[in-house]
């Protein structure tokens, strides 16, 4: 009796363990390997399902007209405040966006055109998220916009620990060439 209860013990304890095995690994992964939006469950690239538009998040006054906003001419990046490096204002200026109503954006710095992905926002913390083709350039914002649309402040979030990063971007027509073009010093 003894010799058969012991191989009943030893199935039913391998038997726990398996299924407990998921749980375990998902509680142990960090957090920045957790699926985000605008990816599937590998982390690859998807498009999202519906525009950012049709985004049940984005239904109020306020969030359609930031939306109205975002997609309008380009957004260049005419301050950029990194509390650990701060020669990256220089670096960073002249960066544009431009953001399509269908969740696609393109990118680039002194009007040539260094990347594109896709873009989402969420209208109830205002934040905006990039995933991107260019390195480095995934990212997500908490965003305000002035009354009129013409700037626009990004300030980093945790998700991708970038609170120390805050931008500033001016709505403009054009992309600019150069940094006399963006009325800044050379």
């Given at each position: ?9 030893i199935a039913l304890i391998l038997t726990a363990c ?52 975002l997609t309008s001419n380009y957004w260049v990046i ?83 620990n970038t609170t120390h990063i805050q931008a500033r ?18």
């Open positions: 009796m003894k010799q058969l209860l012991f191989p009943v013990l398996q299924q407990n095995e998921p749980a375990t690994r998902q509680a142990a992964e960090p957090a920045a390997a957790r699926q985000l939006p605008g990816q599937d469950v590998e982390g690859q690239v998807r498009m999202a399902a519906r525009t950012p538009a049709e985004d049940p998040d984005n239904q109020s006054e306020e969030s359609k007209q930031y939306l109205q906003f005419t301050a950029w405040v990194e509390r650990f490096d701060p020669e990256l204002n220089r670096k960073n200026q002249g960066r544009y966006y431009k953001f399509n109503p269908d969740g696609t954006f393109v990118s680039g710095q002194w009007g040539k055109q260094t990347g594109s992905g896709t873009w989402t926002y969420n209208g109830r913390n205002r934040h905006l998220y990039l995933d991107s083709s260019a390195d480095g350039e995934d990212g997500e914002w908490r965003i305000q916009i002035n009354r009129d649309g013409s700037i626009m402040i990004w300030v980093g979030t945790e998700r991708f971007l001016e709505n403009l027509l054009f992309t600019p060439k150069n940094r006399k073009e963006l009325g800044l010093k050379d």
